[in-house]
């Protein structure tokens, strides 16, 4: 068994630099806005709640026929009159239970009332925290107005208390400023980490995708600019024929005006066909910055500054757009505002419209990323089980991935039948399929729990005969694991005993150009990921597939050919594939991607596209495990590597008793249902209706109130332990913890 263990981490390569995320706000700050006094005597109510009923639900079988006003203080859980018609023994028992009974409301109703004015004091200090006002004009403006001024009510508070919890539990790089930090694993060096704290951080200011587009979209009303632009097809479009030909002699190298002619009427037609065609989407051209440039807008103002007086007044709007962006990290929230509404302006946008449906990181015209001071190293014990033992775990998963992508593909080749189609056709005939999801893994867990005693907290599938072991994978693996470090401290660290819990799962390597863009060493760790992606493709190619820019971050790009399915890339020297020459080959029952003129089948690298056709045609998609569908299942480990987190399912009709106005009818309402179904003080709680968790403490009726707002978007809703909580978490600064993830590329070749 042990061989076969080693056998399974053989071929996994972890890359040594390591993106450390954290969150920008302790976990004290949550603790703020809790009742902990109240909550555990929330506790005590319903613990001699349930024994007084047990005491009812077996009566004397002596008792005599109680009158209304006994059975009044039956139901109400009151004491009795010492002539209640029933046996003094259990009278005894029953007046004892139910007077520690109203003891402990009268307790907890005092508590709140002391409790709340502390967790009152506290939501006032923090919506005055400039720091915390900081974070909130830099995602949600209208929140950050109705702060200042002076709003206040359950909605705002609903609201205060949200953000409370994602800027404490949530390690976010976006809108948030949580920072970016760094570190790298050597299994022969120590396991530490140095920082200045939590404060010391160096920010930078990007635009939205939409500013970006807005600058560039002037471009094509100056006749000036478009005569000197040079255009491109994107390689996702065929060739086009029009009238004159004019979009086919768009070859990257000439200019709008060489293409045009020297005839005035050609040439204003001409500029006005290749204009179109770039609104379109069929052409590109050379001051347009690639989707996958970390910086466009430093791109487009080099760009502009090389075409001299015909780009002076883009130009100028480039760099006011620059300097204001240079103003934005140190300006007070109330400046912020104003810049970002310049900034929109200059675009041709309106402030208030960058919300809707965009993404949450894009949903305002200017967006942060920061840089802290905090230096890990990851050495001995550590860095051996990063590298021995979360392999062997995700070596099972790899295998699940290869499994769905074979099942996908099949179910793919079905639709389409025998005989080769064009990419494009493939897409459409593809449409309304649903991924095909490897079933085994969760079977066999789902086998394994049924053996098993109800609340059972844990189980070990690296036990001997829970699983069958994974087949090597037939095709290359990329992915990246945010892990977390369960230990208050690093150096406490022990093999086999310290949770390693594997957070959010990526199926691509996400140690990219837009996370390295602090790193002093950036250029050098893309080169070895590289060279690392090279290795686990040998054999293998892996087509990059470059969307348009639509949120703050860039798409990802990798070692391959490029397939420009909307945006460009920044790599003059890729090699590009058009749409037109790629083919579905199906024999009915499975399916390759092929292009002309490759030598060889093709495979898309991957990048969190949730598709049939993409899953089929990809590199195997590594995802967390696919669960039972229970009430309950324990927490999943490998050893001391956590796989998935203990959870359970709550219906809607448990969670609606917490909806409740008063406070302590919260916490009784959460007491009673941890008390039913086992919950955790702290969990997080996820519904399908949104796309993230919020974090709840079970002692905080302003966090309570986030759950039953999110338990109304879905019949149930999902609840995770909390792992590490806030006692568990290495990363200190003086008496402040912070959640922080270590994010590991890992990379496997096929065979």
């Known amino acids: 068994m042990a061989e076969k263990a080693r056998e399974a981490a053989a071929g996994w390569e972890l890359l040594p630099t390591l993106v450390v995320r954290s969150a920008a706000f302790p976990w004290e700050l949550a603790a703020e806005i809790s009742y902990p006094k109240a909550g555990e005597l929330a506790e005590e109510v319903v613990g001699l709640e349930r024994a007084a009923r047990d005491l009812l639900a077996a009566p004397p079988a002596d008792a005599g026929r109680p009158n209304r006003s006994v059975l009044s203080r039956l139901r109400n859980l009151r004491p009795l009159p010492p002539e209640a018609p029933v046996p003094d023994d259990w009278l005894a028992a029953w007046n004892r239970t139910t007077s520690r009974l109203e003891q402990a409301r009268e307790r907890l109703a005092e508590a709140i009332e002391g409790e709340g004015g502390l967790v009152r004091d506290a939501f006032e200090r923090i919506v005055a925290d400039e720091r915390f006002l900081d974070a909130v004009v830099c995602s949600s403006p209208g929140v950050y107005r109705d702060l200042r001024r002076g709003r206040t009510g359950a909605r705002l508070r609903r609201q205060v208390a949200s953000y409370v919890q994602r800027l404490c539990a949530k390690c976010e790089t976006m809108s948030f400023f949580g920072p970016i930090n760094y570190g790298r694993v050597d299994p022969a060096g120590a396991t530490g980490f140095a920082w200045s704290g939590h404060r010391e951080c160096v920010r930078r200011a990007f635009p939205a995708a939409r500013v970006i587009d807005g600058l560039v979209d002037r471009v094509l009303d100056d006749p000036a600019l478009v005569a000197g632009l040079v255009p491109r097809r994107k390689t996702w479009t065929a060739p086009v024929r029009d009238a004159a030909n004019v979009v086919g002699c768009c070859d990257g190298a000439r200019t709008v ?210 699983l069958d072991e994974p087949e090597p994978p037939s095709k290359p693996v990329l992915c990246s694991v945010d892990v977390m470090v369960a230990a208050p401290d690093l150096d406490r660290y022990r093999p086999g005993a310290t949770p390693l819990v594997l957070g959010d799962i990526h199926d691509a390597a996400l140690l990219t150009p837009w996370a390295l863009q602090f790193h002093p060493g950036a250029q050098q760790a893309i080169r070895e990921r590289d060279a690392a992606i090279e290795r686990a493709l040998t054999g293998c190619t892996a087509l990059n597939v470059v969307a ?134 702290r969990f997080f709680a996820s519904s399908p209706a949104e796309r993230k968790p919020v974090y709840v403490d079970a002692r905080s009726p302003a966090l309570l109130d986030g759950l039953v707002r999110l338990a109304r978007t879905a019949e149930r809703i999902t609840v995770s332990e909390a792992l590490p909580g806030p006692r568990d978490c290495w990363l200190r600064d003086g008496p402040h913890r912070f959640a922080a993830e270590l994010r590991c590329v890992y990379l496997r070749g096929a065979g």
């Not at 675009?347 to 905090?374: I, K, S």
């Not at 390759?592 to 093709?602: D, M």
Request: charged share 25%; net charge positive.
């Open 257 to 466: 005006a060489d293409i045009g002619g020297a005839a005035e009427p050609e040439a204003e037609r001409a500029a006005a066909d290749i204009v179109a065609a770039v609104r379109r989407g069929l052409l590109t051209h050379d001051l347009c910055p690639p989707a996958t440039v970390p910086d466009a807008l430093g791109r487009l103002r080099e760009r502009l500054r090389e075409r001299g007086d015909a780009a002076a007044p883009l130009s100028r709007a480039a760099d006011e757009t620059a300097a204001l962006l240079a103003r934005y990290p140190a300006a007070p929230p109330d400046e912020k505002l104003e810049l970002q509404a310049r900034v929109a302006e200059i675009a041709g946008g309106d402030a208030p419209a960058g919300t809707g449906e965009r993404f949450y990181n894009d949903r305002v015209a200017v967006h942060e990323a920061a840089v802290g001071t905090l230096q890990v190293a990851v050495g001995g014990a550590v860095a051996d089980d990063l590298t021995g033992l979360v392999p062997r775990a995700l070596a099972h998963l790899a295998a699940e991935a290869e499994r769905t992508r074979r099942l996908t593909g099949a179910h793919l080749a079905r639709r389409l039948g025998r005989g080769v189609f064009g990419l494009r056709d493939a897409l459409s005939a593809g449409t309304g399929l649903h991924v095909q999801y490897s079933a085994r893994l969760t079977g066999r867990i789902a086998e394994v729990l049924e053996t098993l005693p109800a609340g059972t907290a844990s189980v070990d599938l690296a036990r001997a005969g829970l």
């Open 548 to 681: 348009r820019r639509r949120t703050g971050l860039p798409p990802l790009e990798f070692p391959g050919p490029v397939l420009e399915l909307g945006g460009t890339s920044a790599q003059p020297d890729r090699r590009r594939i058009g749409l037109e020459r790629l083919t579905v080959h199906s024999d009915g029952e499975r399916v390759t991607l092929r292009a002309k003129g490759i030598a060889g089948p093709l495979l898309f690298h991957n990048g969190e596209l949730e598709s049939a056709v993409h899953t089929a045609l990809a590199l195997p998609r590594v995802r967390r495990p696919r669960l039972p569908d229970l009430p309950h299942v324990p927490r999943l480990t490998w050893g001391n590597v956590v796989l998935s987190r203990r959870r359970w399912r709550l219906a809607d009709a448990e969670t609606a008793p917490l909806a409740k106005a008063a406070d302590a009818d919260r916490l009784i309402g959460m007491a009673r249902l941890r008390a039913d179904r086992g919950l955790p003080a």
